[in-house]
Nanobody, 126 residues
Framework: QVQLVESGGGSVQAGGSLRLSCVASGYTSRTYCMGWFRQAPGKEREGVATIYNGDGSTYYADSVKGRFTISQDNAKNTLLLQMNSLKPEDTAMYYC???????????????????WGQGTPVTVSS
């Protein structure tokens, strides 16, 4: 059974940094895409960044390009999101997601992802 467990959320002032982690377990596929999504109160869940483990290709939402970096630690089955220069509009619940189809779609569409974590909250104050 696939499980995704996020951690690393918290409260930070604008301009600060946080690093989110997502530990994945219970999967056997050697190729997969994983991503980070976020949902602010009253808004729909939106894609932030995704990565394909095969060649390390990444894809970012325009709103986070140059500030966020998605990466993976394959040895630890961990997905990371380094968030710098945080803004109040980055405040949201952040979710880790995965798809284990081959090929997988490195996109920001929720519909492509089959497995989701429970989320970790990020609050950025001005």
């Amino acid at each position: 059974q696939v499980q995704l467990v996020e951690s690393g959320g918290g409260s930070v002032q604008a301009g600060g940094s946080l690093r989110l982690s997502c530990v994945a377990s219970g999967y056997t596929s050697r190729t997969y895409c994983m991503g980070w999504f976020r949902q602010a109160p009253g808004k729909e869940r939106e894609g932030v960044a995704t990565i394909y483990n095969g060649d390390g290709s990444t894809y970012y939402a325009d709103s986070v390009k140059g500030r966020f970096t998605i990466s993976q630690d394959n040895a630890k089955n961990t997905l990371l999101l380094q968030m710098n220069s945080l803004k109040p509009e980055d405040t949201a619940m952040y979710y880790c997601a995965a798809q284990f189809s081959s090929p997988c779609a490195i996109s920001l569409s929720r519909a492509n992802f089959d497995y989701w974590g429970q989320g970790t909250p990020v609050t950025v104050s001005s």
